[in-house]
């Protein structure tokens, strides 16, 4: 309906009525010009052509990136270690917020650390009381009294619970990270379900 309006528009511009043959050569031609720029060549991953054998935690996020870039899966990163100035800090990272606003080159080439930040889901430093809970793009982030932390995702409204007691929830799967890059690294994956 759209590409008729616009081929009516062009038509009755040049003063002209088109003939059927003209109109759906037309219609034709904005078609691929629509699929041309609604599939444009996508960035290549951040993490494609990276040594990555030394670290089992960047093998793991490059193996979730392109999913994660494409909307596929969606995964929450729960990490827990020490900063710069000693203390021990946590917080729950939605992987694909921080993708889109941040170059994980850097992390992948271990240049930089991947630690929470203050803007993430969750942020605390364990020696203080400060902690601090954010929304992302994808998930709204449920403080429970009786279950801890929970975090539904906004495309499903699926709820993801990250106790390690508990299920993890609808399609989702918690991953226990082995590694000694952190005191504790878990990924928490959600293969999300359009709603409707």
């Known amino acids: 309906e759209q590409l008729a309006r616009q081929?009516?528009?062009?038509?009755?511009?040049?003063?002209?009525?088109?003939s059927r043959e003209a109109f759906y050569a037309g219609k034709e031609q904005l078609e691929v010009a629509r699929?041309?720029?609604?599939?444009?060549?996508?960035?290549?991953?951040?993490?494609?052509?990276?040594?990555l054998s030394g670290s089992v935690v960047l093998r793991h996020l490059a193996a979730r990136e392109d999913l994660v870039k494409n909307?596929?899966?969606?995964?929450?990163?729960?990490?827990?270690?020490?900063?710069?100035?000693?203390?021990?800090?946590?917080?729950?990272?939605?992987?694909g917020d921080r993708l889109k606003k941040e170059n994980f080159g850097p992390y992948f080439d271990r240049?930089?650390?991947?630690?929470?930040?203050?803007?993430?889901?969750?942020?605390?430093?364990?020696?203080?009381?400060?902690?601090?809970?954010?929304?992302s793009a994808h998930f709204q982030v449920i403080p429970d009294q009786r279950q801890g932390l929970l975090f539904?995702?906004?495309?499903?409204?699926?709820?993801i619970n990250v106790?390690?007691?508990?299920?993890?929830?609808?399609?989702?799967?918690?991953h226990e990270v082995e590694t000694s890059e952190y005191i504790q690294f878990v990924l928490y994956d959600h293969m999300s379900r359009r709603k409707g």
Request: net charge positive; charged share 30%; hydrophobic share 25%.
């Open 7 to 18: 081929l009516v528009e062009i038509g009755s511009l040049r003063g002209t009525v088109l």
């Open 35 to 51: 699929r041309a720029t609604n599939h444009s060549p996508q960035k290549p991953l951040c993490s494609s052509g990276k040594d």
């Open 71 to 95: 909307g596929k899966l969606s995964t929450i990163i729960f990490i827990r270690d020490v900063n710069k100035r000693g203390q021990e800090i946590s917080g729950y990272i939605d992987y």
């Open 111 to 135: 240049k930089k650390r991947l630690l929470p930040k203050p803007s993430d889901l969750s942020y605390c430093v364990l020696d203080s009381t400060f902690c601090c809970i954010n929304d």
């Open 152 to 159: 539904k995702h906004k495309r499903d409204r699926k709820v």
């Open 163 to 174: 106790d390690p007691q508990a299920d993890p929830g609808d399609n989702s799967k918690r």
